[in-house]
């Protein structure tokens, strides 16, 4: 069977979820070979291997992390041509998506991004893509080479196969000095703040305009479900939370089993970056907010009323 | 400082969206205009050129009416304006199209002498791949310095800061360099009424693929590397279930939830 090489996406050597799924759909294609770049891959061994990955191959040149995504779109080109993948997959990510578009240059191969389904078909690897805000369900074929696919997170469900860590085999690769050219120079560690991450989340609560500046009650209910905290792009725009926490077209796009919108209307930007999730609820002041056409549940109150009422009744669930 | 803005003609993101018979986008049914997320990408340029001194070119390629991207652009500041316009390019995907701009943009700086930043937006808001401006670099053989919500051109150097989900990073490189930004960046003006009449005096002109050396069989959907099998609009969502508070809403909702297993 032919390798498919899925890029381990993690941080500081800690494996993100999409890596599992990847390595889930990558075992559908033929045989999951992950490829880790910088420290701790021998440490994840066994993990990735827990999920499919029948070889691992690490590149810790410390040199490789020092600069942008071209090193990395150089070593996974190497790989590529010396072992004539079924494809390539790599986090559907900022980065991810820029080491899959030039990783399809160099290696002309076409190029699926935000791919939330894969499977094998005729003539090829099949994906699935949510496109318009999510109103179109398109079904993409790559022609040409190696298809390289950027899977988008929380999409394809993880299936833990049972397999033994594989062996580790060290790979390198002679960066160029055009790769180098774009310099890391510094790195700050974001404040972790407890929650899980976003795009890894099973249930995002969200706070908007609604909330006016208090996101206390979006929180602490976000907490009682064990969800991420999300905000629409008013409440970012107004310092009322981070940008990094922006679900919607210029921010993030999540899809996670339930969504629960607080004191968010719902505009077509918004709705672009969460219309993908399986389970809506919102809650909102007026019963005209475009968001409750999307929802599976809602309730037409006050999030200062509301939110506090089912964070208690989760808890006391919870017992 | 020559600053080449790549710009990018889409359809109204507000109005329904929809595909023709060969799966492309259709936008004939659909009002068309400069990308939002690109606006960013001009009004950083004119920041840079007003702090110091420099031309900037706005860039685009499409059917006749993506002209008006360009124009936007020039509205709000920029001086001349190039627009690739070839019946052969229509359906070129995320490759095809890094393959015109790039020969534009090698093209511009020819004639231009030199071109020292190529800035972008962080991605449509039609295909929203967001891998245009990595590709530019790969093909222009520039430094790729993308996402930034800050950006300091100075000293031949490009310096930026990028936020990523758990890290913030700050990157430089040499000049030239393609350079992204993010939503983040400025606030981009609107056109004053005098920027909208200075605009039907600034140059554009039309390239042909010929005018850029670029082969036909290059571009379009036929020289796509992927294909689209199929195009299916969702199913309309069910109508959800709607209560109002009457001082058991939260309690409700968390019988809703429990009921799919939530809580």
Not at chain 1, 228 to 254: E, F, L, M, N
Not at chain 2, 59 to 70: E, N, Q, Y
Request: net charge negative; charged share 20%; proline share 4%.
């Amino acid at each position: 069977m032919s390798d498919v090489l899925v890029l381990v996406d993690h941080v500081e050597g800690q494996v993100r979820k999409a890596t599992f799924e990847m390595l889930t759909a990558a075992a559908r294609l033929g045989e999951p070979v992950a490829v880790w770049v910088g420290a701790g891959g021998d440490a994840a061994a066994e993990e990735l291997g827990r999920y499919g990955a029948t070889s691992l191959l690490v590149a810790d040149d410390p040199g490789l992390t020092d600069y942008l995504v071209a090193p990395l779109a150089e070593l996974l080109a190497d790989l590529v041509a010396q072992r004539s993948p079924a494809a390539v997959l790599v986090a559907s990510t900022n980065d991810g998506k820029e080491i899959a578009g030039r990783l399809a240059l160099k290696t002309s191969s076409g190029l699926i991004t935000d791919a939330v389904d894969v499977q094998p078909g005729d003539g090829g690897v099949r994906t699935t893509q949510s496109v318009f805000a999510g109103n179109y369900t398109v079904v993409s074929q790559v022609a040409t080479g190696s298809p390289v696919i950027a899977v988008k997170p929380n999409s394809i469900p993880a299936q833990e196969t049972g397999g033994s860590a594989p062996a580790v085999e060290r790979v390198s690769v002679q960066v160029s000095e055009a790769a180098k050219a774009a310099r890391i120079t510094g790195r700050t560690a974001k404040e972790q703040s407890g929650r899980p991450a976003l795009t890894e989340a099973a249930i995002v609560v969200s706070g908007g305009r609604g909330t006016g500046g208090d996101f206390g009650p979006v929180e602490a209910f976000a907490d009682s479900l064990g969800a991420a905290v999300g905000a629409s792009r008013a409440a970012v725009d107004a310092g009322w939370y981070p940008h990094s926490h922006q679900i919607g077209q210029t921010g993030v796009q999540v899809s996670p089993q339930l969504y629960v919108a607080a004191g968010i209307s719902g505009a077509i930007q918004h709705r672009a970056g969460m219309q993908t999730s399986k389970t809506i609820v919102a809650v909102n002041k007026d019963a005209e907010a475009p968001i409750f056409e999307l929802v599976d549940y809602g309730i037409v109150g006050d999030l200062f009323t509301v939110l506090p009422q089912a964070t208690d009744a989760v808890n006391q669930r919870k017992g | 400082m020559n600053i080449v803005v790549c710009v990018k003609y889409v359809p109204d993101a507000q109005a329904d969206r929809t595909f023709k018979t060969d799966h492309t986008t259709d936008r004939e049914t659909v009002d068309g205009l400069l990308s939002e997320l690109d606006e960013y990408a001009v009004e950083e340029a004119l920041k840079i050129v007003q702090a110091g001194e420099g031309e900037i070119t706005v860039l685009t390629m499409g059917p006749d009416d993506a002209v008006a991207a360009v124009k936007k652009g020039l509205q709000m500041g920029a001086d001349k304006g190039v627009h690739v316009n070839d019946v052969a390019i229509a359906g070129s995907d995320a490759v095809a199209t890094s393959l015109v701009l790039a020969k534009a943009i090698e093209k511009i700086g020819v004639e231009g002498g030199g071109v020292d930043l190529v800035l972008t937006g962080l991605g449509s808001t039609d295909g929203a791949m967001s891998v245009l401006p990595a590709m530019l670099a790969e093909r222009l053989g520039m430094p790729q310095v993308t996402w930034a919500s800050e950006l300091a051109v100075e000293g031949g150097m490009a310096r930026i800061t990028r936020h990523n989900e758990a890290v913030t990073e700050t990157v430089e490189a040499n000049l030239p360099a393609v350079v992204s930004v993010t939503d983040q960046i400025n606030d981009p003006r609107y056109p004053s009424f005098k920027g909208i009449m200075a605009a039907k005096k600034k140059p554009v002109e039309e390239w042909s693929l010929a005018d850029l050396g670029v082969d036909p069989s290059e571009v379009g959907l036929g020289a796509s590397w992927t294909s689209v099998v199929s195009a299916e609009a969702r199913p309309p969502r069910q109508a959800g279930e709607l209560v109002t508070d009457e001082g058991d809403g939260g309690a409700k909702l968390v019988e809703f939830l429990a009921s799919r297993r939530f809580a």
